[in-house]
């Protein structure tokens, strides 16, 4: 069956680490997305790319990185320079050229600063 | 500037009530809308969407949304709801690039 993964679905990292959160689709989906979920403040846009090797930073990029070396995936790291990163991450893909599609989800990461 | 704005922070109804939950939306063209469901620490499920076209759609669930174009509206409305349906609800409006979503409705059901 076609569909997004994400892994893995519980994260612990120690402050000053780097964290890689991986997403991988088969959908053959061009264009996938970051999200960030924090209580009560919905879904925030991190990076997106529409094709390989393109992405471009979303609403709230700063301490996180993104590479998209393959259609099936775009790895989310991140980084020490993000001071709060204590959230659910959700990875999501669609089709582009047409806008009349909606986006797939994963299940998400929970990432927990210890 | 493209915006989704859910009014409702956190709605409860009686389990067999009727449900309505507003979305509001900001964009300078046609609107492609969307309505998802999120159980705790799970992904997003697509309950319903719109294109074009008849301005009510049918979704999964029993739900369905009206759009209406005059007042950048896109509410989301069930006759019945169950207690299975005590989740948390995002608008949603595709972009050229991307897509914006509300803060989210959490409903909980009364028994």
């Known amino acids: 069956d076609g569909g997004i993964t994400q892994s893995p679905k519980y994260l612990f990292r120690k402050e000053g680490q780097n964290v890689t959160l991986s997403c991988e689709q088969n959908?053959?989906?061009?264009?996938m997305y970051w999200y960030r979920q924090d209580p009560g403040q919905g879904l925030r846009l991190i990076y997106y790319s529409q094709i390989v090797n393109d992405f471009q930073k979303g609403d709230i990029a700063e301490g996180y990185s993104v590479s998209r070396e393959k259609k099936e995936s775009f790895p989310l790291t991140v980084t020490s320079a993000q001071k709060n990163p204590t959230a659910f991450y959700l990875c999501?893909?669609?089709?582009?050229?047409?806008?009349?599609?909606?986006?797939?989800f994963g299940q998400g990461t929970r990432l927990t600063v210890v | 500037a493209q915006s989704v704005t859910q009014p409702d922070i956190h709605i409860t109804v009686s389990e067999g009530a009727s449900l309505e939950l507003r979305c509001n939306y900001s964009y300078g063209a046609t609107p492609y809308l969307f309505w998802y469901v999120q159980s705790p620490g799970q992904g997003l499920q697509l309950l319903l969407k719109y294109f074009s076209g008849d301005t009510l759609v049918q979704g999964i669930k029993g739900f369905e949304a009206e759009f209406k174009r005059s007042q950048s509206s896109f509410n989301l409305r069930k006759p019945s709801v169950h207690w299975s349906d005590a989740a948390e609800y995002f608008c949603?409006?595709?972009?050229?690039?991307?897509?914006?979503f509300g803060s989210g409705t959490r409903l909980s059901i009364r028994p």
């Open positions: 949603a409006i595709r972009g050229a690039s991307k897509i914006i």
């Open positions: 959908l053959n989906h061009d264009a």
């Open positions: 999501a893909s669609t089709t582009t050229g047409a806008s009349d599609t909606e986006a797939f």
